[in-house]
């Protein structure tokens, strides 16, 4: 059952250009920003890393409102809910199965975008290896997001709101961590472990209350 949600959560994302849109939104915020701040090799790669990661947070948001929502309109929770699988472990696949259809696109995106950005490649392995610890945690705050915004008006915008502010510690860490802070990559799994494992039971107690 559990490897069956998972499967669906990711499949899903692929479906429909999901995941390309997700990729093509990073990859435009990436490119946008030479645009704004100049084509000087020094600054972009000085600022670069936190381009990437800026831009990430912001594609995180494009799938938030289909995550959860669909599948409480159509009444696929209260199935599950039936079949007595806890709401914990409904959330921990969607958001296993989200990371999977969002982090590996998003780290291969990540190698055009350190391209654009004029990117070493020692900055680019810590923004890969930032992604990668990072990424867990920020598909889980996704997953929450959308169950707590689920069925209401305008979720999108919404999102943005409940989203963004949690993810900030990300983004510092993740910045910090480009540097060679270890002790920012640390903190940046540390934060993420936080985010992955409290974030199920946030989303469980919002399905529910949808359910009712």
Known sequence: MIAALVWREARRGYAGGGATLVIAFFLLVALLFPFAI???????????????????L????MPVERL???DLESG????LAIRGTPMAVVAAAKALGHWLAFAPPLM??????AGLL??????????ELGLALGTPGL?????????LVAGLRGAGAVAGLVMLPLAVPLLIFGAGAIDGGSGALKLLA???LLLTAGAPFVAAAAMRAGMD
């Open 58 to 61: 912001l594609a995180a948001l």
């Open 190 to 192: 540390a934060v993420s």
């Open 108 to 113: 291969l995106a990540a190698v055009i975008a």
């Open 76 to 79: 696929v929770l209260d199935q």
């Open 38 to 56: 100049g084509p000087e090799a020094t600054l972009l790669a000085r600022v670069g890393g936190g381009v990437i990661w800026a831009a990430a």
């Open 68 to 70: 959860v929502g669909p």
């Open 139 to 147: 598909a889980a705050l996704a997953i929450a997001t959308g169950a």
């Open 118 to 127: 004029d990117l070493s490649a020692a900055t680019l392995w810590r923004v």
